[in-house]
């Protein structure tokens, strides 16, 4: 700084200059307002940002506004549009924040129906240590039609033959209704699953036909007494609409497991009380932990409640791999009662389209590739995997995403976000804002006017359809009949600088029955499955 400016900034602080400037500007805009008849408005802008000035030196909220009236404020209006700015002009295309540009023009491309191809080559750095890819066979088979199948609860009553690729929980209330309606258009057209989230099943599930699965939380929405216990009655009712073809219970949730939910009464709308049966105006509480059940053993009996009551439909739950020993006590209830679900979702936690607090979106919960792996050896060391389905939700959006998932145990894949960026969602991030800039992630009347529902729907369906086509065309190349058949000895990944491994190599995999036999195979199962009980989620002390 200059010698004279720094004398002049002892007497008035060259930091009030912007300040300083308004006001000079307004007696110089209201001279000539008063002299020659114009200048009115610039009189005006002037006066309104001089008292701004000193509102701003009398305020005790922002210390930088006291110290930099009026230009302050420039500070945080850049601020507010920063993450926009930087999605827009700085981000690169491989960025991940959660999801990479190049992630979502490739969804919004296949959702219009545009070409998806990229010329020149990989972005991708394929020397970088974590890079991954398939084996092509050079006798490639030719695949029918990439409508590929997995019967879930085979035997059962009603059994369903599910798509491998399908929408992921999200309720009504966090969503939109035309959000909704236009999922579930998407899935009736394209012949695959839309889950309800544990926000039940609204109006707007119902009105297009479109195949659900009901996902059933802690708050027992749409199955619940008036004081928030399970409902057998209600259940029954809705469980046994030919829509819903089945039963999930939610133990937890990648975006924040463990944690419960409140939504405030102010946004507890008519619509959304008529789909979670609770009172409108009150605030509706989802608890961290479920009522109807406190042991693993009650908690198998209650899946099968549940089927009985929903006439036999493929009855499973969803939960993020937490401690260890839970899930393992959740397996020893299997054995010990011979109730068996058709069907576990694991989630991982890099999941979520729910807001949550950051220490849990970043630090609690297993990644996918950790939970799903853990489920699924231990249920082929127990001889029960093929009695149960997998399915898996976790930053899903390609269809070598569905492939590598399918290498690790998965028989189908759900999606969230990329269901939304085929709804038109930019990755704003205001989701739990109710401000969402397309009118996906809101209750804004005037806001949900912007997803214009038979656009969408298509554009929902195309995603489904050529995403699928794509993993026919790996599956194919990879000389295979189905994505079924995909398994880690086709993965292969850069664990060093010059060196690389099959999945099958580089994760460690568990022999069918080994731990029926009192085989331990891996460090995990030896330290935590003595600590297992199927009588509770709590450790055994010897």
């Not at 307002?33 to 000193?54: H, K, N, Q, R």
Request: with cysteine.
């Amino acid at each position: 700084m200059f010698a004279w400016l720094k004398r002049l900034d002892q007497h008035f602080p060259v930091r009030y200059s912007a300040w300083l400037f308004c006001a000079v500007a307004l007696m110089l805009s209201t001279f000539s307002w008063v002299a020659f008849g114009t200048g009115g408005w610039l009189a005006l802008l002037f006066l309104f940002l001089t008292l701004l000035g000193a509102r701003d030196t009398q305020q005790s909220h922002h210390s930088i506004l006291r110290n930099y009236p009026v230009i302050g404020h420039l500070r945080f209006m850049l601020e507010f549009i920063r993450p926009e700015i930087r999605q827009y002009f700085f981000e690169s295309d491989r960025e991940t924040v959660p999801f990479s540009r190049q992630q979502r023009s490739l969804v919004y491309q296949r959702a219009k129906g545009q070409p998806d191809k990229r010329p020149f080559g990989t972005q991708l750095d394929v020397a970088a240590i974590g890079y991954e890819w398939i084996n092509h066979s050079l006798q490639p088979t030719s695949i029918a039609t990439h409508d590929f199948r997995v019967t879930i609860g085979e035997g059962r009553a009603q059994p369903y033959s599910a798509s491998v690729f399908n929408i992921s929980a999200m309720s009504f209330g966090a969503l939109s209704a035309n959000a909704i309606l236009a999922l579930n258009e998407g899935a009736r057209r394209g012949g695959f699953a839309h889950d309800t989230g544990e926000g039940s099943i609204s109006r707007y599930h119902r009105e297009n036909g479109g195949d659900l699965i009901w996902e059933i939380g802690s708050g027992y929405f749409g199955c619940r007494h008036a004081d928030g216990r399970f409902s057998e009655e209600r259940f029954t009712e809705n469980a046994r609409l030919e829509q819903v073809k089945m039963i999930e219970l939610k133990l937890s949730q990648g975006a924040k497991p463990g944690h419960g939910g409140v939504l405030p009464g102010p946004k507890v709308t008519p619509e959304i009380a008529e789909a979670r049966g609770v009172a409108v105006g009150v605030d509706c509480v989802s608890p961290a932990s479920h009522g109807a059940f406190s042991t693993p053993v009650e908690m198998m009996h209650f899946i099968e409640r549940l089927r009985e009551l929903s006439g036999g439909k493929p009855t499973g739950f969803k939960l993020c791999i937490g401690h260890p020993w839970e899930w393992f006590a959740i397996a020893k209830a299997m054995l010990e009662t011979g109730i068996v679900p058709d069907f576990i979702v694991v989630d991982g936690a890099e999941g979520g389209t729910g807001a949550a607090p950051l220490e849990f979106t970043d630090h609690v919960g297993a990644p996918l590739q950790e939970g799903l792996l853990l489920v699924h050896n231990t249920l082929v060391g127990l001889n029960l995997r093929s009695r149960v389905k997998l399915g898996c939700a976790g930053k899903v959006v390609s269809a070598f995403d569905i492939a590598r998932m399918m290498a690790l145990g998965a028989d189908w894949c759900n999606a969230a976000r990329g269901f939304m960026f085929a709804l038109g969602c930019i990755q704003a991030q205001h989701c739990h804002t109710g401000h969402c800039p397309t009118g996906v992630a809101t209750q804004d009347a005037q806001r949900q006017k912007a997803l214009v529902v038979p656009t969408k729907s298509e554009r929902v369906y195309n995603f489904h359809q050529q995403t699928l086509h794509a993993l026919k065309e790996l599956v194919q190349a990879a000389g295979l009949n189905h994505p079924g058949e995909i398994s880690a000895s086709h993965i292969v990944r850069r664990n060093s600088e010059h060196g690389v491994k099959l999945l099958a190599n580089l994760l460690p995999y568990v022999e069918p029955g080994a731990l029926l036999t009192g085989e331990m195979p891996h460090q995990v199962f030896r330290t935590y499955w003595p600590m297992a009980q199927a009588g509770s989620f709590g450790v055994l002390r010897t």
